[in-house]
């Protein structure tokens, strides 16, 4: 080759002049500098290219006569996207001109994610605009380089709505697809939990949940105050359902109060009309109904519905607080103690009985009282067998009844003392004492049915019975002075 030849190296513009019949000599035009050793090679698109040589360095030389830099293209590689073809075929590479607009669409492979954002290398490049379709497409602009770009992904996310309960989560209201949901359900003064309802947002159609093993959750489960699950993919609308509490006093079997759907007063205490009740279960030290009618109220607890009177129940087993005047026991059978504030009219009381409690006073007009019995100042005493024994307050009062020894009854007026010679007295009125009957008061116009262990034959000289037979139980009426069996 004669004379010289200039070539054009990369950007900014290098001229360069190669000479010498085998092209050995190549000199930088502008800085002089000469390189050595030229290879002669075509690339992909069929142009003619001169790499040359200069110790660790290359340089790509386009021959004079090729093609405009506006004509050469260049390389456009996609990830998680395709290009959309005009044809509608897709491909994730292809060679553009400067300028040219490139439909691409992303293609999250992932179905619990979408298309978030795109990245580019290099970085900077911000030709990339979204199209107005249907089909979620996109317009690049190529740029005077190779350009790979990226489609990144998030995880989907849905509005999760909660009506009557409360949810965290730092993204406000919106639940990434299968993320870690929890909803506690704020149960409102007077209504207890009867359970969820998950519908689809903005209409009546029925959500399954699942917990995480795949199960299929009961949101009418009145126990799952507190609901985990993972979230699903769609827009849903939760909402606690609440209704009235149970406000009726009603007893179990088992002789403590139904709590089922009574309102749960701080955790601890359970209320209801006029009466309150606490659980050793929540924490308290003893099982303990409060009666505190608003008016006056009488219990039968010979009934599980003890105001109503319906039901039967063997035995009432919690402590019991007549805790007004306005409560009035009439019947039952007691196994605990009882805090008599108000009126007992009737009933069998096998633990202690306190009758008032100061500064509280009480009434106790009949009854069977197994325990022992503690009437407190101001408190009145007019009938009842107290087999247990009675302790007095100072200023209290006791008219009537029938009493076993311990009792002070000497010098009330009234009370007189029952005597039986060379006997025990088994029982009275049906009332049994685990070491029998001794030192009995009572008072006068009292009906008594007494059994001993032996034989009775006449009470203050009198021969019992019509025909004056013999007999271990007798039945009398009490006399103003003492009876001698």
């Given at each position: 080759m004669f004379g010289t030849e200039v070539y054009m190296v990369g950007e900014p513009e290098v001229k360069v002049k190669i000479s010498g019949?085998?092209?050995?000599?190549?000199?930088?035009?502008?800085?002089?500098?000469?390189y050595g050793g030229l290879t002669v090679g075509k690339d992909s698109e069929g142009f003619q290219k001169f790499i040359v040589q200069e110790k660790d360095k290359e340089l790509v030389l386009n021959q004079i006569g090729a093609p405009d830099p506006s004509e050469v293209k260049h390389t456009l590689t996609l990830n998680d996207a395709v290009i959309v073809k005009d044809d509608g075929?897709?491909?994730?590479?292809g060679k553009y001109k400067e300028g040219v607009t490139v439909k691409i669409k992303p293609q999250i492979n992932d179905s619990k994610k979408v298309f978030s954002r795109w990245s580019i290398d290099p970085n900077g490049f911000e030709a990339i605009v979204p199209n107005d379709d249907t089909e979620g497409t996109y317009t690049l602009t190529m740029p005077g380089y190779n350009l790979s770009v990226r489609a990144e992904s998030t995880y989907r996310s849905y509005p999760l709505t909660v009506v009557g309960g409360t949810f965290e989560n730092p993204f406000g209201n919106r639940v990434e697809w299968s993320a870690h949901v929890t909803?506690?359900?704020?149960?409102?003064?007077?209504?207890?939990?009867?359970?969820?309802?998950?519908?689809?947002?903005?209409?009546?159609?029925?959500?399954?949940?699942r917990?995480?093993?795949?199960?299929?959750?009961?949101?009418?489960?009145?126990k799952l105050t507190i609901l985990r699950f993972p979230m699903p993919d769609k827009a849903v609308t939760l909402t606690a359902v609440y209704k009235d509490c149970e406000k009726k006093l009603v007893m179990k079997a088992d002789g403590t109060p139904d709590l089922t759907h009574v309102y749960k007063e701080n955790g601890r205490r359970y209320v209801g009309d006029g009466w309150w009740y606490f659980s050793v279960e929540d924490g308290s030290e003893v099982n303990a109904l409060y009666l505190s009618p608003d008016e006056l109220t009488e219990y039968d607890f010979a009934h599980t519905d003890p105001i109503g009177k319906t039901g039967t129940l063997e035995a009432v087993n919690c402590i019991i607080v007549e805790y007004n005047t306005n409560a009035t026991i009439v019947g039952g059978t007691f196994a605990e103690e009882v805090d008599?504030?108000?009126?007992?009219q009737n009933g069998t009381f096998k633990g202690k009985v306190y009758n008032g409690d100061t500064p509280y006073s009480g009434k106790i007009e009949n009854g069977t009282f197994v325990g022992e019995v503690i009437n407190s100042n101001n408190s009145t005493i007019t009938g009842g067998i107290f087999a247990g024994g009675v302790k007095r307050g100072e200023t209290d009062v006791i008219s009537g009844g029938i009493f076993n020894e311990g009792t002070a009854l000497k010098g009330i007026n009234g009370a007189h003392k029952i005597v039986l010679e060379g006997a025990q007295i088994l029982s009275i009125n049906g009332v049994s004492r685990a070491n029998g009957w001794s030192n009995v008061y009572t008072f006068a116009e009292t009906e008594l049915t007494v059994e001993a262990s032996q034989s009775i034959y006449n009470v203050n000289g009198e021969t019992t019975g019509a025909t004056g037979l013999k007999t271990s139980t007798i039945k009398f009426t009490m006399r103003r002075t003492k009876t001698s069996c």
């Open positions: 019949s085998n092209k050995e000599t190549i000199t930088d035009v502008n800085g002089k500098t000469t075929s897709t491909a994730t590479t909803v506690k359900a704020n149960v409102p003064y007077g209504k207890y939990f009867a359970g969820w309802e998950a519908k689809e947002t903005g209409t009546d159609t029925a959500v399954t949940l917990d995480w093993s795949g199960k299929v959750i009961d949101l009418m489960d009145e008599n504030r108000g009126t007992i």
